[in-house]
Nanobody
Framework: QGKLVESGGGLVQTGGSLKLSCLGS????????MGWFRQRPGNVREFVAA????????WYANSVKGRFIISRDDAKNTVYLQMNSLKPEDTAAYYC??????????????????WGQGTQVTVSS
């Protein structure tokens, strides 16, 4: 089984931008989709964005639509999350996740087969 490693988190002011990266080590040929989730202390892990690896089709949570952009680079085995116009409520640990087989439930954490260790994003007001 592969491994996912996130990077790019940090501290940013309200209105600022960050770009998260998630480097995979598994074979991309068997990958169906990648997703980004976030989790605040005491809260459940919530869906942020997902992308079909082959087709590039994307989905976003309403709370980040128009501000965040998910993308992937097959040659680098990497998925990105460009976060713009950040708000204090975006503060959370961000996790990337991999789905191998086809599914229609990419917004559910239980749909994913492999998770990264997370990277912290803190947005100051």
């Amino acid at each position: 089984q592969g491994k996912l490693v996130e990077s790019g988190g940090g501290l940013v002011q309200t209105g600022g931008s960050l770009k998260l990266s998630c480097l995979g080590s598994g074979r991309t040929r068997t990958r169906y989709a990648m997703g980004w989730f976030r989790q605040r202390p005491g809260n459940v892990r919530e869906f942020v964005a997902a992308i079909l690896w082959s087709a590039g089709t994307t989905w976003y949570a309403n709370s980040v639509k128009g501000r965040f952009i998910i993308s992937r680079d097959d040659a680098k085995n990497t998925v990105y999350l460009q976060m713009n116009s950040l708000k204090p409520e975006d503060t959370a640990a961000y996790y990337c996740a991999e789905r191998i087989g086809r599914t229609f439930t990419l917004e559910q954490p239980t749909a994913y087969d492999l998770w990264g260790q997370g990277t912290q994003v803190t947005v100051s007001s």
